[in-house]
């Protein structure tokens, strides 16, 4: 499979505990994004990576959430502290510089 | 609260019948625009893309229509099956990053 890929596709917290969710892009892809999608609506941009360094992030991004991509090939995407407004589609893109492919996405639902 | 997101537009056609989906999009200096289908569980997928030095596109039995002057976008589904159902957004290049900025979707449903 040479597409994005997320993991994992679905997770349940408790309200006050940390995730941690991967991204693997596509290999020669640059460029990788997180979106966060609630029901209903269109994804909204979190944070973007260019190779290793992250080049811009999102006041959606608050001080609980953390990106990393650390050899500029997966992305991690933590969010400490869970609370019940973070349950929503986690979506990863990456990019060779136009156009975009996403992944799956990772469905988070805090409880 | 959550249900007032469930309120997408809604778009029905008969199998076989042409689709309209607009968007209007936001950002006058936007110089590409992308149009993808959501499937339920699955993320965006993409359809068709057009520049801004373009006012349209065409693929296989979609085209994409831009008009820069109000703003607005459209997407055109020739014989609509009803493979076609799902979530359609629009989609804005948002600055030097190239992140995306969608718009409101709309519900594509295809009664056979």
């Known amino acids: 499979d040479t597409g994005v890929s997320q993991d994992p596709r679905h997770k349940i917290t408790k309200r006050g505990q940390n995730v941690t969710f991967r991204c693997d892009p596509i290999s020669e892809h640059n460029r990788l994004y997180w979106y966060r999608q609630t029901l209903g609506q269109g994804p909204e941009f979190l944070t973007y990576?260019?190779?290793?360094?992250?080049?811009?992030k999102s006041r959606l991004l608050s001080d609980r959430f953390s990106a990393e991509r650390p050899k500029g090939s997966f992305s991690t995407l933590e969010i400490q502290r869970t609370e019940q407004g973070d349950s929503a589609m986690y979506l990863c893109a990456s990019s060779p510089g136009y156009g975009y492919t996403f992944g799956s996405g990772t469905r988070l639902t805090v409880v | 609260g959550e249900s007032v997101g469930l309120h997408l537009p809604t778009l029905s056609v008969q199998e076989g019948d042409n689709s309209i989906i607009n968007c209007a999009y936001s950002?006058?200096?936007?110089?590409?625009f992308i149009w993808y289908k959501q499937e339920s569980g699955k993320g965006p997928q993409f359809i068709i893309d057009?520049?801004?030095?373009?006012d349209k596109r065409q693929g296989q039995r979609v085209t994409v229509l831009l008009n820069k002057t109000v703003k607005h976008l459209s997407l055109q589904i020739a014989a609509t099956q009803p493979g076609d159902s799902a979530v359609y957004f629009c989609?804005?290049?948002?600055?030097?990053?190239?992140?995306?900025?969608f718009g409101t979707g709309t519900l594509l449903a295809v009664q056979p």
């Open positions: 057009i520049r801004s030095n373009m």
């Open positions: 989609a804005e290049n948002g600055g030097a990053t190239n992140k995306l900025i």
């Open positions: 990576f260019q190779n290793e360094a992250q080049l811009e």
């Open positions: 950002n006058s200096a936007s110089d590409y």
